[in-house]
């Protein structure tokens, strides 16, 4: 039961922290420096770490399996970037609580049609009547916070 769900909980709720926090320290980082550079400086950060682990675990042994990647994947990279930085250019402009709330609905609407699918190899996961209402209460959830933010 632990390795089952237990575990996947918990990290995925220290992944939700972690989303938490990493944009707001992003935005602070942003302000003296500017978006582009706090992106750089957050996946230098992430690199260096990475590099690490990479080193430690397997010497970089398993890279040369790297071309059997269909290409396409490599825009991972690119979302990456595009979720660093401008995060950092919605939390000025409409604040963090409001940011991630659009965020994690679009996430879970676009998770739930990739699954639905089983686009890129995924499991299939049928888009069912429980998540439909869960995601219409996320989008209930944004037109509340942005209510609570603006008074409209």
Not at 92 to 104: C, K, N, Q
Not at 115 to 128: D, K, V
Request: glycine share 8%; proline share 4%; with cysteine.
């Amino acid at each position: 039961m632990l390795a089952r769900f237990v575990l996947p909980t918990m990290i995925a709720c220290l992944i939700g922290v972690c989303l938490g926090i990493q944009p707001i320290f992003n935005t602070v980082v942003a302000k003296p420096v500017g978006m582009w550079y706090a992106a750089l400086c957050s996946l230098s950060v992430s690199i260096s770490i990475v590099l690490c682990i990479c080193f430690i675990n397997d010497r970089f042994q398993t890279l040369k399996n790297f071309g059997d990647i269909p290409k396409f994947y490599i825009l991972a990279g690119i979302c990456g970037i595009i979720i660093l930085a401008f995060t950092v250019f919605c939390i000025v402009r409409i604040g963090p609580v409001l940011t991630s709330s659009i965020t994690v609905t679009v996430q879970m609407a676009v998770a739930t049609i990739v699954a639905h699918y089983g686009w890129f190899g995924i499991n299939q996961e049928p888009i069912n009547f429980v998540k439909i209402l869960g995601i219409a209460f996320l989008i209930t959830g944004v037109i509340l916070v942005k209510v609570s933010i603006t008074g409209k």
